[in-house]
């Protein structure tokens, strides 16, 4: 099938003629979804979202992640954080606006605007963090959410390392040793009473830098309903809060909170530890090459160590 004839029938559902249609083509960079841009006659530029099919192998989280993405743009835009404006969606498809600008990791900002730039990202992410939702984990639905965060976030823990039994991933520690030490650390999560919007994917690559200004954050399939101290490990990966000054600073006018008690270091550091399971268990699914896998091994492997050392009483 064609990129055309596959692009045509969401148009519709969005109320867009076939003729409007001026071309399509792939765009790549993404590991999971597939993405086409979409260009009108009227120079109107898109962005079709596509899942890949069922069948293909995926974490248990993965499960209708469009659906999230769709949720969070409408919630982010409410509270004057830019992001692609949805046409439209279904089930199994988002139409989306195309944002200008090249993603922070393509093309870095001069160091001179690093810092101003970090700080007006700290107050995104902040702003984001003033909506708050129905109920803790994914909108999906794919992890049962529990009544609480405490039982929502193990449960997503436990899905995960589910998943790396699955697909035969050897950790660098046991599945056992993490679950016994996320146990013993989840106390810490009582202390989250209110679902807030969390992107949890705001590496460089989703920031999109246009003019020498923040022109939109994308990919928000991977938003939960969680903890705000979740989103402070996407947004410094490898690191932690306490290193981006100019982050916490501009995260504090946007409405966070930024005075770190040991409860609230204990959370961050279960949220490494998940997120650094993604990192690793992912690869297997996605069969990711040689390149990647000396990265995960080089960085990766070592920060998750580190932070299960965190949780160790």
Request: hydrophobic share 45%.
């Amino acid at each position: 099938m064609t990129a055309a004839a596959t692009v045509t029938p969401f148009l519709e559902a969005a109320g867009i003629p076939a003729a409007e249609l001026a071309g399509c083509e792939p765009l790549t960079g993404g590991t999971y979804n597939t993405l086409l841009r979409v260009r009108l006659r009227a120079g109107t530029r898109l962005v079709l979202k596509l899942p890949p099919p069922r069948e293909v192998p995926a974490l248990a989280y993965e499960r209708d992640l469009l659906r999230g993405e769709v949720m969070f743009y409408r919630a982010a835009a409410g509270v004057g954080v830019p992001v692609p404006e949805v046409v439209a969606a279904g089930d199994g498809f988002v139409l989306m606006t195309e944002c200008a600008g090249t993603g922070w990791h393509q093309a870095p900002p001069p160091a001179a605007d690093r810092d101003r730039l970090r700080r007006a990202l700290g107050e995104l992410a902040g702003r984001l963090h003033t909506v708050t939702g129905p109920r803790f984990g994914y909108p999906s639905g794919a992890i049962p959410a529990a009544d609480g965060w405490r039982g929502t976030f193990l449960a997503m823990l436990s899905a995960l390392l589910d998943d790396a039994e699955r697909y035969a991933v050897r950790l660098p520690v046991p599945a056992e040793r993490i679950r016994a030490l996320a146990s013993a650390a989840a106390p810490a999560l009582d202390e989250v009473t209110v679902p807030v919007l969390v992107h949890f994917d705001l590496w460089d690559g989703n920031v999109l830098i246009d003019g020498g200004e923040i022109s939109a954050l994308i990919d928000g399939e991977r938003m939960m309903w969680g903890d705000p101290l979740a989103e402070l490990t996407s947004l410094n990966l490898l690191g932690g809060p306490e290193d981006d000054a100019a982050l916490l600073a501009g995260y504090a006018v946007g409405g966070g909170r930024t005075a770190f008690d040991e409860a609230a270091h204990l959370r961050m550091a279960l949220y490494r530890c998940y997120l650094y399971l993604i990192m690793l268990i992912e690869a297997a699914p996605r069969g990711y090459g040689a390149d990647r896998h000396a990265m995960l091994d080089a960085r990766v492997k070592p920060a998750l160590r580190a932070a299960l050392d965190r949780l160790a009483p």
